[in-house]
């Protein structure tokens, strides 16, 4: 079975850091896309940033103003999202989606992808 694990939540004050990580297994290639979305229910998530696995190219949520950035490494399974300049607001659920097939190209919409983590906590206080 397809599995897909978020880490590296937590805690952190306004203007601090972290770093997710998503690690996929079930399938032997990683997936075609990636993307994190965030959001305290299923309907509420909203996309914050996607990469696919052999373009390169990423894209953001532009309310993200360029705090956030998005990587990969093939080898490992493994997708990235280092949060920089943290505000309050970015308190919520975020989750991880991959995709394996249809395309090579980024979305930030929750209906392109196939396969989705439990979802890890990251809470920024002011």
Same mark, same amino acid.
């Given at each position: 079975?397809?599995?897909?694990?978020?880490?590296?939540?937590?805690?952190?004050?306004?203007?601090?850091?972290?770093?997710?990580?998503?690690?996929?297994?079930?399938?032997?290639?990683?997936?075609?896309?990636?993307?994190?979305?965030?959001?305290?229910?299923?309907?509420?998530?909203?996309?914050?940033?996607?990469?696919?696995?052999?373009?390169?190219?990423?894209?953001?949520?532009?309310?993200?103003?360029?705090?956030?950035?998005?990587?990969?490494? /093939?080898?490992?399974?493994?997708?990235?999202?280092?949060? /920089?300049?943290?505000?309050?607001?970015?308190?919520?659920?975020?989750?991880?989606?991959?995709?394996?097939?249809?395309?090579?190209?980024?979305?930030?919409?929750?209906?392109?992808?196939?396969?989705?983590? /439990?979802?890890?906590?990251? /809470?920024?206080?002011?």
């Amino acid at each position: 079975a397809q599995v897909v694990v978020e880490s590296g939540g937590g805690s952190a004050q306004a203007g601090g850091s972290l770093r997710l990580s998503c690690t996929v297994s079930g399938y032997d290639y990683p997936p075609e896309c990636w993307a994190w979305f965030r959001g305290n229910s299923p309907k509420e998530r909203e996309g914050v940033a996607s990469i696919c696995r052999d373009i390169g190219d990423t894209s953001y949520a532009d309310s993200l103003e360029g705090r956030f950035t998005i990587t990969l490494d /093939n080898t490992k399974k493994t997708m990235y999202l280092q949060m /920089n300049s943290l505000q309050p607001d970015d308190t919520a659920m975020y989750s991880c989606a991959v995709r394996y097939f249809g395309g090579q190209y980024t979305s930030l919409r929750r209906g392109t992808y196939s396969y989705w983590g /439990n979802g890890i906590q990251v /809470n920024v206080s002011s």
